[in-house]
T-cell receptor, first 110, second 118 residues
Framework: QKEVEQDPGPLSVPEGAIVSLNCTYS??????FMWYRQYSRKGPELLMY????GNKEDGRFTAQVDKSSKYISLFIRDSQPSDSATYLC??????????FGQGTRLTINP | GAVVSQHPSWVICKSGTSVKIECRSL??????MFWYRQFPKQSLMLMAT?????????EQGVEKDKFLINHASLTLSTLTVTSAHPEDSSFYIC??????????????FGAGSRLTVL
């Protein structure tokens, strides 16, 4: 079993839709949870990071962590074609060593 | 914000040659940098942790004699793929931490270097 599981998609939705991206994990020692966005042939860029269970909002993006269920989500509201990318969840146990999910390829259709 | 620069962004080489990739932290000092490899449509896999002034720590299954890492200064780490072969063709990405953000050492990634070995 992988430490972090993420549905690779691809996921295709119409512009303006609400997008839900999810990851599950097995290691209860993970402390910090990140979402990265990666455009084709580019390095990942950090979107959001959270520590505790609950929601964190930044513009159209909301990150949600449920430590009891070992489940994290990223919601994108009013999705735009420019949001089309691969979204990677990542987690840290404590020593800066990130563990990534497989990444979900998202396409927003105009 | 913190910026990590990688060079070259794309390199093509012949089988058997060596290729060096540079990773620089432009506006901050990074005592630790990380090197990842990413195959098409797959996630990032950590190859090694590069520590300034000491030997790199390699992940299981990564050949340290093939992937030489040098972290000579607080702003520069290099990855040299020695005697490259076609199976080494991949997207190599480095990252560094600009320091703790609310307790988390959040990493900034470079844009990646695409290696194609003919």
């Amino acid at each position: 079993q992988k430490e972090v599981e993420q549905d690779p998609g691809p996921l295709s939705v119409p512009e303006g839709a609400i997008v839900s991206l999810n990851c599950t994990y097995s290691n209860s020692a993970f402390q910090y949870f990140m979402w990265y966005r990666q455009y084709s042939r580019k390095g990942p860029e950090l979107l959001m990071y959270t520590y505790s269970s609950g929601n964190k909002e930044d513009g159209r993006f909301t990150a949600q962590v449920d430590k009891s269920s070992k489940y994290i989500s990223l919601f994108i509201r009013d999705s735009q074609p420019s949001d089309s990318a691969t979204y990677l969840c990542a987690m840290i146990e404590g020593a800066q060593k990130l563990v990534f999910g497989q990444g979900t390829r998202l396409t927003i259709n105009p | 914000g913190a910026v990590v620069s990688q060079h070259p962004s794309w390199v093509i080489c012949k089988s058997g040659t060596s290729v060096k990739i540079e990773c620089r932290s432009l506006d901050f000092q990074a005592t630790t940098m990380f090197w990842y490899r990413q195959f098409p449509k797959q996630s990032l896999m950590l190859m090694a942790t590069s520590n300034e002034g000491s030997k790199a720590t390699y992940e299981q299954g990564v050949e340290k004699d093939k992937f030489l890492i040098n972290h000579a200064s607080l702003t520069l780490s290099t990855l040299t793929v020695t005697s490259a072969h076609p199976e080494d063709s991949s997207f190599y990405i480095c990252s560094a931490s600009a320091g703790p953000h609310s307790g988390a050492n959040v990493l900034t990634f470079g844009a990646g270097s695409r290696l194609t070995v003919l």
